[in-house]
Each structure stands twice: as structure tokens, then as C-alpha cells.
């Protein structure tokens, strides 16, 4: 390619990216609430929780990253908001670095004692270990063999919620968040196949394809990228950070889809031109 | 005030990180110099702090069988001098082992047998479902493996009929990369908002006072 | 494990083949791998270096993704030995893993040995930006910018980093060729570069530039794991229709 | 001498890599332990070669001021060592090292905003790419273009409200061709590495046989 076409192009590509970049900053500005569709996934995700009977115990494993919250916080906070709605227990253990400090945010902005609920009493955070496929097994089984304290570094004995949990036979529910796509097989493996445990699963728009085999007989259902956090947010009637993104993606891919259709038209007129 | 700090120096990382795009600049040069020495110091400390808690520290509480790895970690060091270099083929080749050990049977299961097993049993649950477009699909996926793996066959060229095999091999192979092409370019457009989010909040408005 | 044991025994038969001198295995023509000799030469024109890169996370060598490091190695050492041939710089981009560094340097001064030009070896040349993609694209963008594009191969382990890296490249006029074992990211090689390596490629055109018989024997292998392989697929669905459970055996 | 140098490091790497499979086939006690022990031991010694990479990134930074002995060049010097000093002293020196309030407040709006920020380019790279390479000159194209296109619009809630088919048809690309066509090379390329691995184990791969 001479430098000369070489220019050219570059300058397309120039006036792509800021037709996407304009396109996205306008509706964080001025939100135009474009609609959403809410796909089937998503119910089912939002049933099983609804459809759980008040008080159950829900464990979940959160393997969130912070750079990747962006992707994924309107499906954590709209999934917080309604495990603390319909009153549920609830036991987060972090499977990754960044999950405590990434929980530590959401939390802040869903505030559980507003929905009534005590620490230790009604949800209790376990902290950060690395829990590969190994480790997920063995949470299953005995969950102090993974976690003796809590993250502020309370015995689990001592804990009223604990007192009684000790492995799959007390959890009612699985919520499995992880972001490299394969591991959604650690959960399979290890708590539907091995313990026939309810599991639903959180993950990044790009690993929907590889978790979608395993729905609805292994996953009741899942939530893979942030417009699965708006149709949750939707569904959920909490709306969330969900919104803005789905109504800026609408508008900042549009550009890409002219410039793919630009490319085509010139092809098909040169190819004639030649002819 | 401190918010406010907090979102210009956030806002100056995002901005020398995108600024590339345009053209080769000073802020994009300074930024990624500062970044580098921050990788590099999060890694160095990490791992620093990992040979101690579980190598050093173990090993002074009379785990000696430790001796072996940390020795074997130090013996890498001996590439900086020419003449000693060959020492670090002694961590290099145990590294090695271990890897192609574990690599030879993970890689039999998970990426051979059990995809072998999985088309077998699309193509029958295909068969058994109700929706006779449930078996069409469970055939396209057979034929799209054959002809797929044909595509990389490389002790024949692709002439002839097996030619027509590979390149309907080679449609299938280009649909999985368009897929996994969209499939990141949506998640990295949401990333962008995301960004263009965080200085809004942190710095636009906040600036404004309309936080 | 039949098929492991089936692979371990072709392997000893072909190896014993390598030994006879006139043997001479026929494989495919790889269009890239020109493509390669070619980059250089233009590189030279230019007055621009060769940069060579294997990922962020390229480095792995205890991982199950050990090959794929091996197969880029084998790469460095044929890019190095036509650097010192047709005298260009080459600047390695090495990944984060620093278990790796020694093999990449010896490797890498190898190449430069086996083409007469040891002297050619820089060991500021080679480059390293910490850790994850974060801070490597941005090297790598920089190392560009400042030092210019002339080839820019890319063989290797690569996750989110090379979508930044190979449309960098390209952009400041290099000329891309590359490829990776990884399938989810193959897409980035086959949109942004000149030539590719589609998935499993690199393998044999690793082999190919080795121009060692040992290496090329291993495509053959390779192959009789492919054929077995389709032999399984069309069987077992043939028992499957006669009511055999294949499925139940692989699940043993 | 060339045992020393060579066929010792070559048994180290036939016998760990033997013991790793044999582990993955024989449920034994001592292997499971064998496997445990080796794989713990990979990890520390990796991470004991960390600072290799500083090494060799002053010493480039350093070969290249002193070529060019330029302010800009300078900077390029010393604010990654800088920075390096920053981060480390910070979680060196903070009660609760990297868990500490000032640690995290660096990790969160320098690290993270660059890495978030890094995926955020990659969008643009591959709009660019695409606007190059989507031409439908070929069958292969067509293909390419079809499968990014409509699952990108599959994954954009607007389409899917004004074209609801596009769900579908999506979904159909994710599930079918493209499960399809990624089986097929995925088992192709697990063959090529598994090769290279038997190859590895059994001591002949040239390319670990580094001899500089």
C-alpha cells in the first residue's frame, strides 16, 4: 500500500472514530431511551431469583475485574438490587484481586442496610482466595476449607449467618460472575453436575456464545454483557448505569455500520469502473 | 478537591491512551512512560512479596525442599552474563517439562475429545428434537467440522474436489471469526462509553457542580 | 489415550525417517512465510526496523499454552538469522513472563549466530514493558512511532493485545504478517495483517522455517492425528446410528 | 562439559514433564502430590525472576539516551523509573501494602483507567480494520462480513427491537457456523501444539536447544 493510500484511509478512519465518538457523548448527555428488548436469558436469570422463597440462601462468586467493570456493573448492581428486595441471604466469596475492592464499590452504591439488611445477619462477604476449578470444588464441599474468616477477618463460627452453612447441601442458589469464558465449565463441573446446585451465571458480552450451550438444563439462565445488565435493569424496574451505556452503544456504532456499507459501494464501483 | 484531582489525573491517563490514535504525541509518550514503570512495580511488588511469604519465609520455618525452585529462580539471572548463560537452561527446561505435561493432557481432553464428543452429540440431539431444523443444524455443524479441519490439512494442495471441501471449510472458518470479531467489538464499544462515563462524572460534572 | 499412543508411535516412525538423507516429506506452500523474507527486505529499503513480537502473555511456559511459545521461538530464531543476513535491526517486543527472557535472548542470539553475525545482536533491542496488555500496547505503539515500522511479525500467544498492536503497525505503514493458536483471536490477525498464519498454521510453518527435518516430520504427525480424528467423527456417527454409544466410551 | 550443559537440563525436562502426565493418567497418591509439588514450585520460580524485566527495560531506555542524548529521550528515562519508585514505595511502605487507601487510589485511577482505557482503543482499532478488510470481494469475505456484521448488530438493542429476525439469525451464526467452524480449528490447532509437546518430551525439540 503506497503511503499515499495509506493516507487516505488513515484519514477515514479519523472521521469514523469521531462520528463514534460524538455519537456515544450525546445520549450520556441528553439520554434518549431507546428501547430494549428484553431476550429470554435474561427472564429466566430474573425468575429464578424472583421465584425463590423468602430467606433462601444465594452464594455468589464473584470473579469481577475491575477494568472490566464497565461491561458488567449494571448486571451486579441490578442483580444486588433484587437478591435485597426479595429479601434473600446472601453470601459473596471473590475468586479474583479486584473482586473485594470491586464489591466494596458496588455495595457502597446499593446500600444493603437500606433495604433492611444486617451485616453477618442477612449477607456476609468472604473475602478474596484464588479459586480455580480445584478450588470451586472444594468450596463445595466445605467451605471452610477455603474460608475460616470473613473479609474483616471474623471467624466464620462467629458469624450468625454462617453458623449453619457449610457446604452445597445449604445453598440454595449459585450466582456465577467470571470474565474468561471458559470457566463457566468450573461451575458446570463442579456444582450443577457434581451437586445438582441452581446456577445462574454473569459474564462479559463476548463469552455469551460459550455459556449459551449450557442453557436453560445446566444454567437457568445467564447475563453476558452490559446490555444484559439493562435488560436486567429493565426487567427489575431499577434502572442503573445499564441505560445510559445501551442508549450510547445504539448511536456510537452507527458509524461503523455506514463505514462498512462506504467500503462496499466504492468496491462495487470500481469493480464496474474496470469492467 | 480531591474528587476533582482524582478525575483530571484519571481523565489525562484516558486521554494519552486514546490520544495515539490521532497522532504521535507528547501525552500519549509520557503517559505510557509513567504506566510502564507502574506495571512494572505492581508486578515486581506482587511477586516479590510472593517469594517470601511462600518461599522464604516457609523455607526458614524448615520447608527445605523449597531450596530447589528458589535456587533454580536465581539460576535464570545467569542469562545477563554471556559466559554463564547456559546455568538458566536448568529452570528453562524444568519450566518446560512441566508445561508440556500438563499441556499434552489437558489439551487431549478439553480440545480434542471432548469436541469430537460434543459434535457427535449436536448432531443427535438435533435428530431427537421435535424441529426438524434442530437435525439441519446438527449436520451443518458436522460438515462444518470436517470440512474445517480438511481446511488444515497440509501434505495435499488445495485442488480439485478436495479443493471445494476446504474452501467450504474455509466459509465456515470466516463466519467463526466474523462472530468472535463482533463479539469483542461490542465489548470494547461498551468499554469506550464506560470510559467517556468516568469523566463525566469524576471530572465534567463535578466541575460544573452539577455532580 | 489410543489416540495419544497412536501419535507417540507415528512420531517414532517419521523420526526414524529423518534419519535417512534422501527423505523428503511433500508439504503445502504457505503464502505468509514468503511474505516474511519479503517484509524484511523491504524493511531494509525503508531503513526501518523489523519488530518482532509473541503477545503480552506470550511468554507462558508452564501453561498449557507451552507450544504455542515454542512455535513463536521458532519463528524469532528464522527472523533473526534473515535480519543478520539482509542487515536489518530487529527489535524484539518480549512479554511480560520473565521466566521467559532467557530462551527469548538465547534464541534470539542464536539466530544472529547461525547467519554469521553475532556481532549484530543488541541486547537493547530487546524490550520489555511489564505487565499484561495495558502497558505493552502502549510500548509497542510507542516503540513504533519512534522507531519506525518496516515488517512487523507477530507469532504467538496473543489475548486483547493484538487488535492495539497489529492496526498500530499497520497504520504507521508497516507491513503485518503473524498468526496464533488462539481461535477467539485469529480474527485480529486475519483483518489486520499483509499475510497470515489461520490458527493452527503457525505450527507448520514453524516447521518449515526450521528447515529441520525433525520439525517437518512433526506436520506428518500431525496429520495422521487429523485423519484419526475424522475417522472418529465418521464413525461415531455411524455407531450412533446403529445404536453403539461412542460418546459414553470418550467419556471414560 | 556438554552434559553438564546440555543433557542434564534435558533430563530435568523430560522427567517433570513425564511425571505431569503420568499424573494426569494415574489417579496414584504420589502423583497427585508430585503434581501439586511441581506445579507450587513453577510458580515461585517465575516469580523470583521478576526483576529481569526492569534490567532489561532500563538498560534500553538507557542504551537509547546515550545514542541520542535528546530531553525527550531523557524523560523516557527517567519517569518509568520514577513511576516504578512511586508505585512500589507506596505499597512498600503503606500500613496494608497494596490493600492500603493510597495504594489503591493510584491502582484505581492510573492502572485501571489505562487498562479499561487500553480495551477502549481496541474498538476503534477494529472499526478501522473492518472498514479495510469487510469489501466483499470473495466468498471467504462474504463470509467474514456476514458473520461480523449481523452478530454485532445482534448484541445492539436497537436492531433487535426494529428487527426482531436479527435475534435469531444472530443467535443461528453464534450457535451454528460458528461453533462449526471453531471446533474445527481448534482441534486442529490442539493437535499441532499436542505434537510439539510429544516432540518437547521426548527431547528433540530444536527450539528450546538454544546454544547462546
Known amino acids: 500500500m503506497s503511503s499515499q493510500i495509506r493516507a487516505k484511509w488513515t484519514k477515514r478512519y479519523q472521521i469514523m472514530w469521531v462520528a463514534c465518538l460524538i455519537l456515544m457523548f450525546i445520549p450520556l448527555i441528553h439520554p434518549l431511551g431507546l428501547p430494549t428488548p428484553v431476550s429470554k436469558q435474561v427472564k ?221 459501494v466504492e468496491y462495487f464501483m470500481q469493480r464496474r469502473k474496470e469492467k | 478537591m480531591a474528587d476533582i484531582l482524582a478525575g483530571l489525573v484519571g481523565t489525562f491517563f484516558i486521554v494519552s491512551v486514546l490520544s495515539m490514535l490521532w497522532k504521535d504525541n507528547i501525552v500519549f509518550r509520557f503517559g505510557q512512560a509513567c504506566i510502564i514503570g507502574a506495571s512494572m512495580a505492581h508486578y515486581c511488588f506482587m511477586n516479590t512479596q510472593m517469594v517470601f511469604t511462600q518461599g522464604v519465609i516457609p523455607l526458614s520455618q524448615g520447608k527445605l525442599t523449597l531450596v530447589f525452585p528458589l535456587l533454580l529462580g536465581l539460576l535464570l539471572y545467569s542469562r545477563l552474563n554471556k559466559d554463564i548463560a547456559w546455568l538458566a537452561r536448568y529452570p528453562t527446561n524444568f519450566l518446560i517439562g512441566v508445561g508440556s505435561g500438563l499441556m499434552i493432557a489437558g489439551t487431549l481432553r478439553g480440545q480434542i475429545i471432548d469436541q469430537v464428543k460434543q459434535t457427535i452429540v449436536d448432531l443427535f440431539a438435533g435428530f431427537a428434537s421435535e424441529s426438524p431444523l434442530d437435525a439441519l443444524n446438527g449436520v451443518i455443524i458436522l460438515v462444518g467440522v470436517i470440512t474445517s479441519l480438511s481446511f488444515f490439512i497440509f501434505t495435499k494442495e488445495h485442488k480439485g474436489a478436495f479443493g471445494y471441501i476446504t474452501k467450504i471449510g474455509r466459509v465456515f472458518l470466516m463466519i467463526s471469526l466474523g462472530a468472535n470479531f463482533a463479539g469483542e467489538l461490542v465489548w470494547y464499544l461498551t468499554q469506550m462509553i464506560g470510559r467517556l462515563m468516568y469523566i463525566l462524572n469524576q471530572l465534567i460534572w463535578p466541575l460544573l457542580g452539577m455532580a | 489415550m489410543i489416540l495419544l499412543a497412536l501419535m507417540i508411535a507415528s512420531s517414532y516412525y517419521y523420526w526414524a525417517l529423518t534419519t535417512d538423507p534422501e527423505w523428503k516429506p511433500f508439504i503445502r506452500h504457505i503464502a505468509a512465510l514468503d511474505a516474511i523474507k519479503e517484509g524484511v527486505g523491504k524493511s531494509v529499503e525503508e531503513d526501518k526496523p523489523v519488530h518482532f513480537a509473541m503477545g503480552a502473555s506470550g511468554g507462558q511456559m508452564y501453561s498449557t499454552l507451552v507450544s504455542m511459545t515454542l512455535t513463536a521461538l521458532a519463528f524469532l530464531r528464522y527472523v533473526s538469522g534473515l535480519c543478520a543476513n539482509y542487515g536489518a535491526r530487529l527489535i524484539v517486543h518480549m512479554p511480560y513472563q520473565t521466566e521467559s527472557i532467557p530462551m527469548i535472548e538465547g534464541t534470539c542470539r542464536d539466530g544472529y549466530l547461525a547467519a554469521g553475525a553475532p556481532e549484530m545482536y543488541r541486547r537493547d533491542d530487546m524490550r520489555y514493558y511489564g505487565r499484561g496488555a495495558l502497558s505493552w500496547t502502549q510500548g509497542v505503539t510507542a516503540s513504533y512511532a519512534e522507531e519506525g515500522v518496516g515488517l512487523n511479525l507477530s507469532v504467538g500467544i496473543f489475548y486483547s493485545d493484538c487488535p492495539i498492536s497489529l492496526e498500530m503497525a499497520h497504520i504507521m505503514g508497516g507491513m503485518n504478517v503473524g498468526g496464533t493458536g488462539r481461535w477467539i483471536m485469529v480474527y485480529a490477525f486475519a483483518m489486520m495483517c499483509d499475510y497470515v498464519f489461520l490458527g493452527e498454521e503457525i505450527y507448520a510453518a514453524a516447521a518449515q522455517v526450521s528447515e529441520n527435518k525433525m520439525m517437518l516430520s512433526g506436520i506428518l504427525i500431525e496429520e495422521i492425528g487429523k485423519f484419526a480424528i475424522l475417522g472418529m467423527l465418521v464413525i461415531g456417527v455411524i455407531l450412533e446410528f446403529v445404536g453403539l454409544n461412542l460418546v459414553g466410551v470418550l467419556n471414560l | 562439559m556438554a552434559t553438564i550443559q546440555r543433557e542434564i537440563p534435558k533430563a530435568l525436562l523430560i522427567i517433570s514433564g513425564v511425571v505431569m502426565l503420568l499424573a494426569f493418567f494415574l489417579t496414584f497418591d504420589i502423583f497427585t502430590e508430585l503434581k501439586a509439588t511441581l506445579s507450587s514450585w513453577t510458580v515461585l520460580l517465575s516469580a523470583i525472576s521478576v526483576w529481569l524485566g526492569p534490567v532489561y527495560a532500563v538498560n534500553a531506555q538507557l542504551m537509547n539516551y546515550s545514542r541520542k542524548k535528546t530531553t525527550a529521550n531523557l524523560i523516557y528515562l527517567i519517569v518509568p523509573i520514577l513511576f516504578f519508585v512511586l508505585f512500589f514505595g507506596v505499597a512498600l511502605f503503606s500500613p496494608g501494602d497494596i490493600s492500603s487507601a493510597s495504594y489503591q487510589w493510584l491502582y484505581i485511577h492510573i492502572y485501571q483507567n489505562v487498562g479499561a482505557t487500553v480495551y477502549a482503543v481496541m474498538f476503534f482499532t477494529l472499526a478501522s480494520s473492518a472498514y479495510r478488510t469487510m469489501r466483499m470481494s470473495s466468498i471467504e469475505a462474504v463470509a467474514l462480513a456476514f458473520g461480523g456484521v449481523f452478530s454485532a448488530m445482534r448484541s445492539i438493542p436497537i436492531f433487535t427491537y426494529y428487527f426482531p429476525w436479527i435475534t435469531g439469525l444472530g443467535d443461528w451464526i453464534l450457535l451454528v457456523p460458528n461453533v462449526a467452524g471453531g471446533r474445527g480449528a481448534v482441534i486442529a490447532a490442539a493437535l499441532g501444539a499436542i505434537v510439539v509437546g510429544i516432540r518437547t518430551l521426548a527431547g528433540k525439540e530444536t527450539t528450546i536447544q538454544e546454544t547462546s
Open chain 1, 44 to 264: 429466566d436469570y430474573y425468575n429464578t431469583i424472583k421465584n425463590l422463597p423468602e430467606g433462601s440462601i444465594v452464594a455468589v462468586s464473584f470473579g469481577a475485574s475491575a477494568t472490566l467493570l464497565d461491561e458488567q456493573e449494571a448486571q451486579f448492581l441490578a442483580t444486588w438490587k433484587i437478591l435485597f428486595e426479595t429479601k434473600q441471604k446472601v453470601i459473596f466469596f471473590s475468586t479474583t484481586e479486584d473482586g473485594p475492592m470491586v464489591l466494596n464499590m458496588n455495595l457502597n452504591k446499593v446500600k444493603p442496610e437500606s433495604y433492611g439488611y444486617v451485616y453477618g445477619e442477612d449477607y456476609v462477604r468472604l473475602g478474596y482466595a484464588f479459586l480455580g476449578e480445584a478450588g470451586q470444588a472444594a468450596f463445595s464441599e466445605n467451605i471452610r476449607s477455603v474460608y475460616t474468616s470473613d473479609f474483616y477477618g471474623t471467624n466464620l463460627n462467629n458469624i450468625p449467618l454462617m453458623k449453619d452453612i457449610n457446604s452445597f447441601e445449604d445453598i440454595d442458589l449459585l450466582i456465577y460472575e467470571y470474565t474468561s469464558c471458559t470457566d463457566i465449565e468450573w461451575a458446570v463441573r463442579q456444582w450443577v453436575v457434581a451437586h445438582n446446585t441452581p446456577t445462574i451465571a454473569t459474564t462479559l458480552g463476548c463469552c455469551g456464545p460459550m455459556a449459551a450451550p449450557y442453557y436453560p438444563t445446566q444454567v437457568q439462565g445467564f447475563l453476558s454483557g452490559s446490555v444484559a445488565g439493562t435488560e436486567l435493569e429493565i426487567i427489575s424496574g431499577n434502572p442503573g448505569p445499564g441505560a445510559a451505556i445501551s442508549d450510547a452503544s445504539n448511536l456510537g456504532i452507527i458509524p461503523f455500520f455506514i463505514a462498512i456499507l462506504h467500503t462496499n
